[in-house]
């Protein structure tokens, strides 16, 4: 029953009638199962890389299948839509016009989520929900395992490792984003076709979570608490299935064919319910990230870092 309401999100009325369960059954049942997924299995399904050699596996299917090199993953947030909470609506309503919470994800390249936050209020701060995340806190301390910079494939120069991002976040040297749209040359233009192969991957990952688990789709009629059970339980399936059928879906992301032209995946026909995040603030950027996006920027347009068809693309 519980699978059968993430997979389709079937109304409760509806899964009384075909499960001749009571609706208040059926709350307490989907309730205690997803909170069983989740302490069961988070820890093993989602398990967030904490030593150098586990980001480098990562870092290892960017470079090899999207040509993004010292990449440990693509970062973005989703907004999962919900009924208004009683006594609290406020907290939870959007800029965008509607309830919420908010699901923070680092996926890796093959469209599996390793690392996830997930319950903060949509009417935070979009910048407080990275900002004040473990995972960032992680990073600039230092403790999480990410290697040391190395040369990038037939260079010398050591480059740190990066996570790519859209350009909601703020530059770092651990976080690469485009170059703004504005005035742009070719050669930025080359980065933002890079940079992009790599980072719609995130976008993907939350298309086929929400192809596969269609509750997602909808507005959610639960309390935020069992939201997040709900959205965490998915994330946990949808990598058990990526480990374990990895050749299915293959049509509901985004494909590229023989010219490297973009087929757009099937899960862009949903109902967009899952909505993104805004902007994250513009948080200062520092010289030392300026300076390494520079150097990707002419790695990328250079001899040894390009690839034959980049300038078709942009």
Request: net charge neutral; glycine share 6%.
């Amino acid at each position: 029953m519980t699978l059968r309401y993430l997979a389709s999100g079937d109304s409760y009325h509806s899964l009384m009638y075909g499960f001749r369960v009571a609706h208040n059954t059926i709350s307490k049942v989907i309730r205690q199962v997803c909170a069983a997924i989740v302490a069961e299995f988070s820890e093993e399904l989602i398990p967030c890389p904490t030593t150098p050699n586990e980001w480098k596996k990562i870092a290892e299917h960017f470079s090899n299948r999207w040509q993004l090199h010292n990449c440990l993953g693509a970062l973005d947030g989703k907004h999962i839509a919900m009924k208004c909470p009683s006594g609290g609506g406020s907290m939870y309503y959007n800029y965008k016009g509607f309830h919420s919470i908010i699901l923070m994800a680092l996926v890796d390249g093959d469209y599996k989520f390793s690392w996830v936050e997930v319950g903060s209020n949509g009417s935070a701060g979009d910048a407080q929900v990275f900002n004040n995340s473990e995972l960032k806190e992680a990073i600039e301390k230092g403790v999480i395992g990410i290697p040391p910079p190395e040369p990038l494939p037939h260079d010398d120069q050591p480059m740190p490792y990066f996570i790519a991002a859209d350009d909601a976040f703020a530059l770092r040297t651990w976080l690469m984003k485009p170059f703004s749209k504005r005035n742009m040359d070719n050669s930025e233009r080359i980065f933002n076709y890079r940079l992009s192969r790599g980072r719609r991957i995130v976008e993907n990952a939350f298309g086929i979570l929400a192809h596969r688990f269609r509750c997602l789709l909808t507005t959610m009629q639960q309390d935020p608490n069992t939201v997040t059970s709900i959205v965490l339980s998915c994330i946990c399936l949808h990598n058990l299935l990526r480990l374990r059928k990895r050749k299915e879906h293959t049509t509901v992301a985004d494909q590229e064919d023989a010219n490297h032209n973009i087929i757009p995946g099937e899960w862009r026909k949903d109902n967009p319910l899952l909505d993104g995040i805004s902007d994250l603030g513009r948080n200062s950027t520092t010289n030392a990230a300026k300076k390494q996006r520079e150097y990707f920027r002419a790695y990328y347009n250079s001899e040894v870092g390009s690839v034959p068809w980049q300038n078709d693309m942009i």
